[in-house]
């Protein structure tokens, strides 16, 4: 049997090298995939795991529970998979993206319902499943496009983000009894925004203008959403950005630092320092996937 290329991750000895990757699992009873997802260490990475048909279950001791149409399971790193099609379910399909979060996404990345360290939301309503659904997709087209890119990567892990800002919305509106403290959609328009501008020279006043919010809404709501200051958020994403760079570029750091969107080059050899615990020249010595002999 030949193996596509959108099929091999569906299978146990894949190894998941990839910075960000997703699929569509396809469960039939006694014929696709119809084992269980076993990985008692778990990733090297993250998972999100969304239910499209069918009915799946989560580990098979009195902790197990079901998985139905909307479901949305969060795995961290390291966090143990026992998973499979519910034995009373003819299938189920799920849609997943692997990823390695960058540290701007802390918040976005739990749901109210932590279950012995697997997070799970529902999205209930039709619409919105729809829409996530779809941006899974996206994701899933943009995983094994032929004329693959370095920026389908950055396009990937923005959609994604848009999947979790989506998700923490609604975990805290439809999923909570308490008070809702929620991301509105201005807040996800932002911050979307932001992700694709955030090299260019932005200040408080040039975002405020652009999307249309006065300068102290737009800081005291972006802190309040998003769980840090925007200016710090912003750099957060260039750093992310740079640190890529240095990985697959051979770009000088100086170069790097000014396409990331850092006008003050010591600035930002500091700031990574500080946050990478290691100079960007280090960094890129230890994890550059470009061959290192010939360095610039
Ligand atoms: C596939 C599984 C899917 C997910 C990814 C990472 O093999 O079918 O549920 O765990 O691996």
Known sequence: ??????EAPLFPEYPFKEYILAGE????AEKNYDWWIDRPHGM??????LTIE???QVWKDERRFLLQQGDILLIPESA???YGRYENSPLWKHQWVFFHPPKHWERLLKFRQNINGVFKTSIVSGHAFRKIQSLFEDIIHLS???NKNELDEEISMNILEGILLRCAKI???ENSSIAPKQTDEKMIEIAQWLSVNYTKPLTVDIISKAMNISAHKLTTQFKEHMGMPLMRWINLKQLEFAAKLLR????SIKDIAKQAGFTDNLYFSRFFKKSYKQSPREYRKKNSSIDSSNPK
Request: glycine share 10%; proline share 3%; charged share 10%.
């Open 80 to 82: 143990s998979h026992f």
């Open 144 to 146: 094994y496009s032929l």
């Open 1 to 6: 049997m030949q193996i596509t290329k959108n």
């Open 248 to 251: 697959v570029s051979s770009s």
């Open 25 to 28: 699992t396809p469960i039939i």
């Open 171 to 173: 975990d805290v509106l």
């Open 44 to 49: 090297d990475g993250w998972i999100i795991n």
């Open 54 to 56: 069918g009915t799946g």
